[in-house]
């Protein structure tokens, strides 16, 4: 059982949709035991980081969250929260993973947000989550913050500057792009997740 | 490298696809649901639905067809039309939508675009700017869904855009209104200035006739992406073709 943890952000329907696409049928729930007992389990986010991170403390989950043995995978903001700290409302985040979300440096010539379909270049080819995917596959993007390239980056994107498109880290995996929206790559990368199994 | 967008823009009315010439005599187009998937599979990168009448029919655009593009295509969307409250907002991102277009209501009630932003974030708000070319400035129109309701707003265009950015939105959409339909090009003089004005991703709308148009608009206006209806509706240019043409003209395309 799939399950998509609600209520840390608003593009949940796109990314069940997207499961069901590829014949799952995920469950949608805030609910703690429903989350434990998962296969794998989907962190959603489009919103702010201070936003998303209240949520989850409203709904008891920051824990919860934490002690995941399951894969687990954070999409755009909920692939930032997975880290320690947020510059987008200064916040702590879930410290899953080590590193700071910080805000794309302004340059002349890059649009802020970074938004569009841009290149992921592998940096661990041999992830779970990139077998199939040609390097320099296009991606759909639409953030502002982003976790600096560091050791759990398995795939980086350069925008104003690099940082870090997809990492991994024991069973958690985030993705800064919308898999959900970013055409077949998309799909193969969420049918990847679905075939992981610790 | 981020790739230039090119985004097929669906006006709906009353559930079917529509296009006017210079918003208005709307003729029914086709299907929404055909329309969405034949060009998210020739290739489109985003696509845009407006339900062109919903802001001057004082409504909210239909959460059951948004839901339905949303379970069929696997490209981002953007949805547009009458929305004004985050009740509104919520709706249509719950259905699916990946992105939100304010254009008359951001006018109404410019806190909107700041209120949106802090509970979904920047990144999907859109805001829709329709410009038409008075004398030697550009302003502000409104309503523009209706041509009984248009009106012309004191607002200049570039104010406005400063305006949204420092509110919050996350991308602009213009319409160059002069240009809407005519397939004589877009407006390059305009965009190239807007885009010297904003550091959000700025998206041409209005005037597509030819691939070299999007080549020239995408080279000389330095916009992110370009929108069109008409030339990709009537089968003038197609999307493999037209990307395939700027790749040979050194532009990052996906």
């Known amino acids: ?198 | 490298m981020l790739t230039k967008r090119i985004i097929p823009c669906l006006d709906v009315r009353d559930g079917k696809v529509v296009k006017g010439v210079q918003f208005a005599n709307h003729r029914i187009i086709g299907d929404i649901l055909e329309l969405a998937e034949l060009y998210s599979q020739a290739g489109a990168d985003e696509l845009v639905f407006y339900d062109i009448t919903a802001s001057s029919d004082n409504r909210t655009v239909s959460k059951e067809w948004v839901k339905k593009i949303a379970q069929r295509i696997n490209i981002p969307f953007c949805v547009a039309g009458g929305i004004r409250t985050l009740a509104d907002a919520e709706a249509i991102l719950n259905a699916g939508a990946d992105k939100l277009s304010l254009n008359s209501p951001a006018l109404e009630n410019p806190d909107l675009i700041g209120q949106f932003a802090a509970k979904f974030g920047q990144q999907c708000v859109v805001v829709g700017i329709d410009s038409l070319k008075v004398s030697d400035d550009y302003k502000v129109c409104q309503y523009t869904g209706d041509a009984k309701k248009m009106l012309q707003t004191e607002r200049s265009t570039v104010d406005w855009i400063k305006e949204v950015q420092q509110r919050g939105a996350g991308e602009v959409v213009l319409n160059c209104m002069n240009q809407d339909g005519m397939r004589k090009g877009y407006d390059i003089e305009q965009l190239k200035f807007m885009r010297s004005q904003t550091t959000l991703p700025l998206i041409a709308s209005g005037g597509a006739g030819s691939m070299q148009d999007f080549l020239t608009v995408f080279k000389d206006a330095q916009v992110d992406g370009a929108l069109a209806a008409t030339i990709f509706h009537s089968g003038i240019i197609t999307i493999p073709e037209l990307k395939k043409f700027l790749k040979e003209n050194n532009l990052e395309i996906r």
């Not at chain 1, 910080?102 to 002349?108: D, G, R, S």
């Not at chain 1, 050791?151 to 498109?165: G, K, L, R």
Request: aromatic share 8%.
């Open chain 1, 1 to 198: 059982m799939i399950v998509i943890i609600k209520g840390c952000g608003s593009n949940i329907a796109s990314i069940e949709m997207a499961f069901a696409r590829l014949g799952k049928e995920p469950v949608l729930t805030t609910d703690v035991k429903l989350i434990q007992a998962a296969s794998h389990v989907i962190l959603p986010g489009v919103g702010t980081a201070k936003h998303a991170m209240l949520e989850l403390q409203n709904l008891n989950l920051i824990e919860v969250i934490r002690q995941l043995k399951q894969p687990v995978l954070g999409i755009c903001l909920g692939m930032q929260l997975l880290h320690e700290f947020s510059e987008e409302g200064d916040v702590e985040c879930l410290g899953i993973l080590p590193g700071k979300v910080a805000l794309l440096p302004q340059k002349p010539g890059f649009t802020r947000p970074h938004m569009g379909w841009n290149q992921l270049r592998a940096e661990k080819p041999q992830s779970p989550l990139l077998q199939g995917v040609a390097d320099k596959s296009h991606v759909y993007f639409v953030h502002s913050y982003a976790v600096p390239v560091n050791a759990n980056t398995i795939a980086s994107t350069t925008h104003s500057a690099p940082f870090s498109a997809m990492v991994q880290y024991n069973n958690f995996f985030g993705a800064q792009f919308h898999p959900e929206r970013s055409g077949t790559v998309g799909e193969l990368i969420l049918k990847n997740f679905c075939d992981y199994s610790k």
